[in-house]
């Protein structure tokens, strides 16, 4: 117990988190307490203290030979809390504040560079399957290194763990390279200003599979996101179905993602990090045989050939970049998913959005229409909507 007294003789509350609608300063009668060391009593008189000029702080100091009382009493205007619990709260709120917002313009600063590498690989070398393979790769290797030298601890997993992520780590997967194949087809930013209709999956998903429903307002935020996305669309100077469909495909298979996430993340024994590196390495695995398939060794040697005698020994390390940047990013969005509610993951998923819009419309010079950017604008605002209903 610890609280402040003034030179007048009353107890100061500016340090104590009270109530921010309790008075600062306060009669000392009505709020001196005191711990009782030896023996079960209640104080009869309320304590008096005249001045505390020269008590600096008191320990155990017995006021009375009946009773001992601890008492830690300073100089109101000075008060420094000698109880530590009693900053605590404020400072660790302060600190998960600041650890949070860290997090999220790491988040959006290497998705943006991630986004600029992927579409400038895209361009000279349009196989997106191999490339998303490659990203997941990447990540699985960064993170099997990190174990073995022990900068990340190792997950203790067990099998029931890899059965609940395997549909994860499928929706994972489809979520990725439909995304990845939306990119090669169109601008980055168009992918994204469709990405940015996910909320309204999520909604139709969790009302007509799961079930689930909604107040009102979470409906009518569905009309400016499909409605801006849907503007988007149709006045698109570089439209390509492909590239449209890709991103739709991508936001269903990521509301299911999130949705098995979830789950499979309640209760889990892995931190968030650990989590997305587990879900890397069976996302490789389902993906590598599927890339195969669909693009295979003889097209890559020819691409890859093609593609360094366009951008010349450089173009490895933007692959390297767009591998690396895609692996931290997630990385670091999954270990905020694990500080915050999904709803705050989704507000700083739709301002990512905007980051890499603007981003990637100035250094691609991607050419706008004003009713195309509008509709882009009404699609994001949507989203803002829909968060606050969600509420
Ligand atoms: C991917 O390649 O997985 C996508 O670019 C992911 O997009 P998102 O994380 O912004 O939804």
């Not at 890859?304 to 490895?316: L, Y």
């Not at 970049?321 to 705050?344: E, G, K, R």
Request: hydrophobic letters at 50%; glycine letters at 6%; a positive charge.
């Amino acid at each position: 117990m610890a609280f402040s007294i003034s030179q007048s003789g009353l107890v100061s509350t500016k340090r104590l988190n009270l109530c921010p609608a309790v008075p600062r300063v306060l009669p000392l009668p009505q709020f001196a307490k005191a711990k009782v060391v030896n023996g079960d009593v209640s104080i009869k008189r309320p304590l008096r203290v005249s001045s505390v000029a020269k008590f600096g702080s008191l320990e155990s100091r017995t006021l009375n030979p009946k009773f001992k009382i601890s008492c830690r009493a300073q100089e109101g205007d000075q008060a420094r809390p000698l109880d530590p619990e009693i900053d605590q709260v404020p400072k660790s709120e302060a600190a998960q504040k600041l650890k949070i917002g860290i997090y999220f313009a790491t988040w959006w600063a290497l998705n943006v560079v991630f986004n600029i590498y992927n579409k400038k690989v895209l361009n000279a070398f349009p196989y997106p399957w191999l490339t998303s393979t490659l990203s997941l790769a990447v990540g699985s290797l960064i993170m099997l290194l990190s174990w073995a030298t022990r900068i990340a601890e190792t997950p203790k997993t067990d099998l029931e763990f890899w059965k609940n992520l395997f549909p994860v780590a499928v929706a994972h997967t489809i979520g990725h390279v439909a995304a990845t194949v939306s990119m090669s087809k169109v601008a980055v930013s168009f992918t994204h200003i469709i990405k940015s209709g996910e909320p309204a999956f999520s909604v139709l998903v969790s009302r007509f599979l799961l079930g689930e429903s909604f107040p009102v307002p979470v409906y009518l935020s569905l009309i400016p996101i499909i409605g801006g996305c849907a503007l988007a669309a149709v006045t698109e100077l570089n439209f390509n179905m492909i590239g449209f469909m890709g991103a739709m495909i991508s936001n269903l298979a990521f509301v299911f993602r999130n949705i098995f996430s979830k789950r499979g993340m309640t209760g889990k024994s892995v931190s968030g990090m650990n989590y997305y590196a587990c879900l890397s390495m069976l996302s490789l695995v389902i993906l590598t045989p599927f890339a195969i398939a669909m693009e295979g060794p003889q097209m890559w040697a020819a691409g890859w050939q093609e593609a360094v005698s366009q951008i010349g020994p450089n173009f490895v390390w933007w692959v390297a970049a767009q591998s690396i940047f895609y692996h931290l990013y997630n990385q670091v969005s999954y270990m905020s998913l694990d500080q915050i509610s999904p709803l705050t993951f989704s507000i700083g998923n739709t301002m990512k959005r905007i980051s890499v819009i603007v981003s990637s419309i100035i250094i691609f010079r991607t050419p706008v229409q004003p009713v195309n950017a509008l509709g882009a604008a009404i699609a994001v605002l949507g989203t803002f909507i829909y968060s606050q209903a969600k509420q």
